[in-house]
C-alpha cells in the first residue's frame, strides 16, 4: 500500500526496498498491535490488581482505626485500673498501718494479759494458803452462830421462868396477902 503511494520517479529497486521496509513496518505494526494488547491486558490486570490492593488498603486502614480506637479503649481503661490499683494500693497501704497499730495493741495487750495472769494466779495462790484459815473462820464462825443461839434460846426461856417464877410468886404473895387480911378480919371479928 505504500509502495503504490510512492512517486513514479524512484527506481525499482528503491521501491522493492520499500515494498521490504512496508512489510518490515507491517510486521512492526502488527508486534506494537500485539504489544499494545499485552499492555493494555497488563494494564487492565494492574488497575484490577491496583483496585483490589487499594480496597485491601482501605479495609486495613479501617481495621488500623478500628485497632487504633481499640488501643486508645484499653489505654484509657487501663488507666482507670492503674488508677484503681493505685486507690488499692493506698488503701492496702493504710490498712497495714492499722493492722500494725492492732498487732501493737495486741502486743500490749498480750503483755498486761501474762501480768495479769501472774497477778491471778498470785492471788489463788494466796487464796489457796488461805483455804484453811478460811475454813478454820467458817467453823468458828457456825460454831459462835450455834453457841449465840443457844444462849438467845436460854435468854428467853430463863425470861420466861422468870416471868413464871415472878407470877408465882405475885399469885403466892397474894394468897399470903389474902389470908392475911382475911385471918385479920376473923380476929377482928
Known amino acids: 500500500m505504500l509502495a503504490k503511494d510512492l512517486p513514479s520517479n524512484l527506481s525499482t529497486v ?3 526496498d520499500l515494498q521490504g521496509l ?4 507491517l510486521d512492526l505494526d502488527r508486534k506494537i498491535l500485539k504489544h499494545h494488547d499485552r499492555l493494555l491486558e497488563k494494564s487492565d490486570y494492574l488497575i ?4 483490589r490492593l ?11 482505626n478500628n485497632q487504633t480506637s481499640i488501643i486508645n479503649n484499653t ?3 487501663v488507666s482507670a485500673q492503674a488508677r484503681t490499683l493505685s486507690a488499692q494500693a493506698r488503701k492496702i497501704r493504710s490498712q497495714q498501718e492499722i493492722i500494725d497499730v492492732m498487732q501493737r495493741d495486741i502486743f500490749r495487750l498480750g503483755t498486761w494479759y501474762s501480768e495479769f495472769s501472774g497477778r491471778v494466779n498470785l492471788h489463788d495462790e494466796m487464796l489457796s494458803s488461805r483455804a484453811d484459815e478460811i475454813r478454820e473462820l467458817w467453823e468458828s464462825l457456825e ?3 450455834r453457841f449465840t443461839e443457844q444462849i438467845a434460846k436460854e435468854t428467853y426461856w430463863m ?5 413464871q417464877v415472878m407470877l408465882m410468886r405475885a399469885s403466892e404473895m397474894a394468897l399470903i396477902g ?3 387480911s382475911h385471918t385479920d378480919d376473923e380476929d377482928e371479928d
Open 159 to 163: 425470861h420466861v421462868y422468870t416471868k
Open 48 to 51: 484490577t490488581a491496583t483496585n
Open 14 to 16: 528503491d521501491q522493492n
Open 54 to 64: 487499594r480496597d485491601e488498603l482501605q479495609t486495613l486502614t479501617r481495621h488500623l
Open 75 to 77: 489505654r484509657h481503661i
Open 22 to 25: 512496508e512489510e518490515r513496518l
Open 143 to 145: 460454831r459462835h452462830t
Open 178 to 180: 389474902a389470908s392475911a
